[in-house]
Protein backbone atom coordinates (compact mmCIF):
# COMPACT_ATOMS: atom_id res chain seq x y z
CA UNK A 1 0.00 0.00 0.00
CA UNK A 2 1.29 2.95 -0.73
CA UNK A 3 1.96 6.25 1.39
CA UNK A 4 2.93 9.72 1.45
CA UNK A 5 3.99 11.37 4.43
CA UNK A 6 5.17 14.94 4.89
CA UNK A 7 7.15 16.57 7.77
CA UNK A 8 9.19 20.02 7.84
CA UNK A 9 6.77 22.14 7.57
CA UNK A 10 6.91 25.13 10.30
CA UNK A 11 6.27 29.08 10.74
CA UNK A 12 9.17 31.57 9.56
CA UNK A 13 9.39 34.61 8.85
CA UNK A 14 9.89 36.24 5.51
CA UNK A 15 12.99 35.81 4.22
CA UNK A 16 14.04 32.44 5.64
CA UNK A 17 14.17 28.75 4.75
CA UNK A 18 12.39 25.77 4.79
CA UNK A 19 13.07 22.06 3.59
CA UNK A 20 9.70 19.75 3.18
CA UNK A 21 10.45 15.75 3.57
CA UNK A 22 7.87 13.43 2.13
CA UNK A 23 8.45 9.92 2.79
CA UNK A 24 7.31 7.18 0.35
CA UNK A 25 6.19 3.64 1.44
CA UNK A 26 4.90 0.82 -0.84
CA UNK A 27 6.62 1.61 -3.78
CA UNK A 28 10.00 3.75 -5.09
CA UNK A 29 10.67 7.00 -5.87
CA UNK A 30 12.57 6.03 -8.72
CA UNK A 31 9.38 4.69 -10.31
CA UNK A 32 7.19 8.06 -9.75
CA UNK A 33 6.52 10.92 -10.88
CA UNK A 34 6.23 13.23 -7.42
CA UNK A 35 5.49 16.62 -7.26
CA UNK A 36 5.06 19.26 -4.61
CA UNK A 37 1.45 20.80 -4.43
CA UNK A 38 0.14 23.56 -1.96
CA UNK A 39 -3.25 25.07 -1.27
CA UNK A 40 -3.60 28.34 0.79
CA UNK A 41 -7.49 29.15 2.64
CA UNK A 42 -9.91 30.12 -0.12
CA UNK A 43 -7.62 29.07 -2.94
CA UNK A 44 -7.35 26.34 -5.18
CA UNK A 45 -4.46 23.36 -4.85
CA UNK A 46 -1.94 24.32 -7.11
CA UNK A 47 1.19 22.84 -8.53
CA UNK A 48 4.55 23.90 -6.98
CA UNK A 49 7.69 21.93 -8.55
CA UNK A 50 7.55 18.10 -9.91
CA UNK A 51 10.23 15.53 -10.93
CA UNK A 52 9.65 12.33 -12.99
CA UNK A 53 11.21 8.90 -13.08
CA UNK A 54 14.21 10.69 -15.10
CA UNK A 55 15.29 13.45 -12.98
CA UNK A 56 13.91 16.00 -14.89
CA UNK A 57 12.02 18.96 -12.81
CA UNK A 58 9.15 21.30 -13.69
CA UNK A 59 8.76 24.34 -11.74
CA UNK A 60 5.83 26.48 -11.49
CA UNK A 61 6.59 30.27 -12.17
CA UNK A 62 6.11 31.20 -8.18
CA UNK A 63 9.24 28.76 -7.18
CA UNK A 64 11.76 29.46 -9.57
CA UNK A 65 14.95 30.72 -8.73
CA UNK A 66 13.47 29.94 -4.94
CA UNK A 67 12.54 26.70 -4.37
CA UNK A 68 14.37 23.40 -5.22
CA UNK A 69 13.06 19.69 -6.10
CA UNK A 70 14.96 16.64 -4.82
CA UNK A 71 14.67 12.71 -4.74
CA UNK A 72 16.80 10.39 -2.24
CA UNK A 73 16.49 7.23 -3.23
CA UNK A 74 18.27 5.61 -0.62
CA UNK A 75 15.68 7.28 2.00
CA UNK A 76 12.72 6.38 -0.68
CA UNK A 77 11.93 10.23 -0.03
CA UNK A 78 10.97 14.01 -1.94
CA UNK A 79 12.38 16.68 -0.42
CA UNK A 80 11.62 20.76 -1.63
CA UNK A 81 14.23 23.29 -0.50
CA UNK A 82 12.75 26.62 0.10
CA UNK A 83 14.51 29.99 0.64
CA UNK A 84 13.43 33.48 0.77
CA UNK A 85 10.14 32.34 1.78
CA UNK A 86 7.41 35.43 1.49
CA UNK A 87 4.05 35.79 2.97
CA UNK A 88 1.91 34.39 0.00
CA UNK A 89 4.35 30.93 0.53
CA UNK A 90 1.88 30.08 3.39
CA UNK A 91 -0.13 27.41 2.67
CA UNK A 92 -0.93 23.61 3.47
CA UNK A 93 1.80 21.97 1.20
CA UNK A 94 0.83 17.77 -0.23
CA UNK A 95 3.95 15.76 -1.93
CA UNK A 96 2.03 13.77 -4.41
CA UNK A 97 2.74 10.87 -6.64
CA UNK A 98 1.91 9.14 -10.19
CA UNK A 99 3.68 5.45 -10.95
CA UNK A 100 5.34 4.74 -14.73
CA UNK A 101 4.38 8.15 -15.10
CA UNK A 102 5.27 10.03 -18.41
CA UNK A 103 4.06 13.51 -18.13
CA UNK A 104 5.78 16.33 -16.26
CA UNK A 105 2.42 17.95 -14.98
CA UNK A 106 1.91 20.22 -12.15
CA UNK A 107 -1.76 19.31 -12.26
CA UNK A 108 -3.51 17.72 -9.38
CA UNK A 109 -5.87 15.92 -11.49
CA UNK A 110 -3.14 13.66 -12.38
CA UNK A 111 -1.80 12.44 -9.15
CA UNK A 112 -3.44 9.88 -7.66
CA UNK A 113 -1.36 9.37 -4.59
CA UNK A 114 -1.32 12.09 -1.81
CA UNK A 115 -0.28 12.65 1.71
CA UNK A 116 -1.92 14.57 4.60
CA UNK A 117 0.06 17.65 3.96
CA UNK A 118 2.42 19.72 6.06
CA UNK A 119 1.74 23.70 7.22
CA UNK A 120 3.61 26.62 6.14
CA UNK A 121 2.99 29.68 7.65
CA UNK A 122 5.19 32.80 6.43
CA UNK A 123 5.16 35.94 8.46
CA UNK A 124 6.21 39.50 7.50
Known amino acids: QVQLVESGGGSVQAGGSLRLSCALS????????MGWFRQAPGKEREGVAMMDRFGTTTYADSAKGRFTIAKDSAKNGLYLQMKDLKPEDTAMYYC??????????????????WGQGTQVTVSS
Open 96 to 113: AARFLCTSKSLLSAYYNY
Open 26 to 33: GNAVSTAC
